[in-house]
């Protein structure tokens, strides 16, 4: 009995020990079923990273295939090795031409467009046949120079020359891409004196006139904490704000204010754009902008001209006659302000100006023009017809971005009087140099007051496709004398020019972006005038589909 319970004893021992051993066989063997899912699961990780980067491999070398084999390393001296080490990526075409602190840049634009009431182009005048003018007369096409932007080539530069300041100069000139001539307004219209309104090509007065640097020539110093000073050639103010609160961006092709510069970049009268002789003065601080121009009086007013003897006092048709020039003063200066600020995506900018003696050009009509005693045939003639006035003018323009949507909207407000300073015979105190030979100082009888009113849509219908439409309004009081005003009447085919009056403009075009310097452009515009507006306007409509294409370095 003895013997049996001890040989119990001895198997329920080994019996418990197997069953412990067992115990622990399958605890390890479950840990290593634990280890070797993880281990497969690294592994997968692992495997679908080195398919990445095997693909990423694959694609590197595939550019590299198509690329040129690298060029043998330019000597240190040379002006290849400097341009490589500049920032911007030069040699790749990633960044702007930039070398030793100075960029050029510019941009071609040119394409073809239709009006139903144009006229043929000019070499000197810069933009096509978009807008109505008076001599548009009949249907055609023509090349649509500069759409979207001027054609311009420039060059700028920034150099520190002490901690935090930096000096700076800008120059760049505006060209006509249909001629390759430097773009010059008061050029087209001296082409087209004399010539009957029917038979002109496009001609208009504007801001650039034949300069060398038609655009902006300026140098001064610059400071992130102070702002920028600097004196030269500037845009106005209001000019420079338009391509920023216009819809279309101050495109010739589809913006009434771009096109004529009169009722806002230029203050009413378009000479006033572009400003040689000023100190401009700009300051940024966090969301709010400032600005402030001042243009110095320059050029000569020119002389007034009194014929004496003859058949009588004051009159220059006898034979003993005589001319007195006396010489007028010249006081064409004038200034601008300009507050600014952006807040949660709304922007809004108002400037005031206001300047003496400004001036605008015009074509000397058929026949010709008699200087006291001398007679001179217009179509001979080098020099212009002038208008002056002193003008007060306001602008207010706001902006606001939703997802990708922006949406436009601006007032301008030109007060017009006639000048307390007159000029006179070969005033030269406008674009380009150019002298006028018949002067009115006395245009505005009542003050003139032109408004322009504007807005618009751009949609980015993706990355590369944007969509605008633009609508633009502008509206003249009567300010003629109290008889002439009497005289305007709405139901008049022809009414005289300083009648009430109206302008009205609409505009649409998709711009596509092949890359960020090449894009491709197409739509139309649409204008009509009526009232006083219309006066000596051969036609009183004008449609102009037009496309092009843009290429900016």
């Known amino acids: 009995m003895k013997t049996k319970l001890m040989a119990a004893v001895a198997l329920t021992a080994i019996l418990s020990a197997a069953g412990a051993a067992n115990a622990q066989t399958a605890s390890e063997v479950k840990a290593l079923k ?46 290849m090795a400097q341009a490589s080490n500049v920032p911007g990526q030069l040699l790749n075409g990633e960044g702007p031409l930039t070398w030793n602190g100075i960029t050029i840049f510019g941009t071609f634009d040119a394409g073809i467009g239709y009006a139903s009431h144009g006229a043929p182009l000019s070499s000197d005048f810069y933009a096509g046949n978009s807008l109505l003018s008076k001599f548009g007369n009949h249907s055609l096409w023509t090349m649509a120079p500069s759409g979207l ?22 120059a760049s000139t505006g060209i006509n891409p249909q001629s390759g001539q430097l773009a010059n307004a008061p050029g087209s219209q001296v082409s087209n004196n004399g010539v009957p309104l029917a038979n002109q090509s496009v001609n208009a007065d504007g801001t650039r006139g034949g300069q060398a640097f038609n655009d902006q020539l300026y140098v001064g110093l610059s400071s992130k904490t102070f702002g920028e000073l600097t004196f030269g050639r500037h845009k106005s103010l209001s000019n420079s704000l338009l391509g920023n609160y216009d819809p279309a961006g101050a495109a010739y092709n589809y913006s009434v204010i771009g096109y004529s510069g009169t009722p806002v970049a230029g203050l009413g009268m378009t000479d006033l754009g572009r400003l040689d ?81 400004a001036v605008t050009y015009g074509t000397l009509g058929v026949g010709n023009t008699t200087v006291g005693t001398l007679v001179l045939p217009n179509f001979m003639s080098p020099d212009l017809a002038g208008t002056a006035a002193d003008i007060t003018s306001w602008m207010l323009a706001g902006k606001y971005t939703w997802n990708q949507f922006k949406f436009y909207v601006g007032y301008a407000n030109d007060h017009y009087s006639n000048p307390s300073d ?10 380009g ?80 972006h092949f890359t960020k310097r090449f894009d491709a452009y197409a739509g139309l515009m649409w204008t009509q005038v009526g009232g006083g507006m219309a006066a000596g306007y051969l036609y009183t409509s004008n449609w102009a589909p037009t496309a092009g294409v843009r290429y900016t370095f």
């Open 277 to 357: 002789n000023t100190l401009l003065y700009t300051l940024t601080y966090g969301p709010v902008h400032f600005g402030a121009l001042y243009k110095f009086v320059d050029g000569t007013a020119g002389s007034a001209v009194t014929c004496i003897g003859g058949t009588g006092a004051n009159h220059c048709g006898g034979a003993a006659a005589s001319n007195l020039y006396t010489p007028l003063q010249t006081a064409n200066d004038g200034y601008q302000f300009n507050v600014g600020g952006k807040y949660a995506g709304f922007e809004l900018d108002g400037v005031v100006s206001h300047f003496n003696q």
């Open 422 to 431: 007159p000029i006179g015979i070969g005033a030269n105190i406008g674009q």
């Open 149 to 170: 932007s001027q054609t311009t080539l420039g060059i700028k530069g920034q150099e520190e020359i002490l901690p935090g300041w930096a000096g700076v100069f800008y």
């Open 34 to 79: 634990a280890q070797a899912a993880a281990l497969k699961k690294e592994n997968a990780a692992l495997e679908k990273r080195l398919g990445k980067i095997e693909k990423q491999q694959a694609r590197e070398q595939a550019i590299l295939a198509r690329q040129p084999a690298p060029a043998a390393a330019p000597s240190a001296g040379s002006f």
């Open 433 to 512: 140099g150019y002298s006028v030979i018949s002067v009115s100082n006395t245009a505005f009888p009542h003050d003139k007051i032109l408004q322009t009113m504007w807005g618009g849509i751009k949609y980015a219908f993706n990355a590369q496709t944007e969509f605008t439409v633009a609508y633009y309004h502008e509206l003249q009081n009567g300010f003629g004398t109290n008889a002439q005003i009497l005289t305007c009447d709405y139901g008049r085919a022809t009414r005289s020019g300083n009648c009430s009056g109206y302008l009205n403009g609409v505009s649409g075009y998709v711009d596509y």
